[in-house]
């Protein structure tokens, strides 16, 4: 009897085994299947990937090759663009001014090979506030393997910076920024924050607002005044922020070296 008991709780374990080891498969079946299910859509324009920007829950892969924003910015877009900035009130006395939006949430941007460039013109098109070239608010994001350069004046900076992340739960991977503008060269010798010298025109790289935002290999080689990385509240929540294998790169040169130069901003300021 004892014999017959032990065997039909060990069939009974096994068959539990069993339909543990099917439900596990079922539900590896059912992720794999939703991922299958996600189309991966190729954009070949700023414009295009704007709208896919806009929307939820997609794979994106812009194909190789470089992006001027210049192009994309017609008379129209930038009459769009103004009309959906938020405006400016008490609360928010420098509200964003982007140029690129990423409002969309839980999209995949695989930017391989792509370069977008940022002309410091584009700066006098945006009207006062904080600019923020590529501003990235929605939420689950992931943007992997892009380049941004700024092209145009060398001494144009926009007081602001190319690329911000105020959504949570953000991934930025393999990410590379050549930032350019501003006073360069002179640190804060000429004033910061008023009285000012000269205008300094900052310009910073990449700014993180938001929680569980994570920038993974990410690159800034700076020749701009102002911060490579950096972190702010904005009224947002900043809890687990991760920067994992940054690099950030500006050059130095001694005060000396900066009096003695001609032609330059200390010559120009008798200073």
Known sequence: MNKQLNINVNLMNLLNQIKLSI???????????VHAKTKVITVESIEALMEAAAKDGQQVVMKPGVYAVSDYLSEDRIAK??????????????????????????NYFDFT???IEINTELYDVLPYGYTRCIFIDGNGNTIKGLTIRNTGPEDKGSSGNILTVFGNNTLLEDVRLYVRGS??????????????????QKQSGIMVA??????????VFSRAFGHCFYIQTQGHDTRDIVLEDCYAEGAVR?????LSGTGGLAEALSY
């Open 81 to 106: 663009l103004l009309a959906a900035f938020p405006p400016q009130t008490e609360a928010q006395q420098r509200p964003p001014r982007w140029l690129l939006h990423f409002g969309g949430n839980n």
């Open 23 to 33: 439900a596990m498969c079922a539900v590896v079946f059912s992720v794999h299947s």
């Open 210 to 219: 938001g929680q569980n935002n994570t920038l993974k290999r990410c690159k």
């Open 183 to 200: 006073t360069y060269g002179y640190g804060d010798l000429f004033g910061k924050g008023g009285p000012n010298l000269t205008y300094l």
């Open 254 to 258: 001694s005060t000396n070296d900066i």
């Open 113 to 115: 090979g792509v370069t």
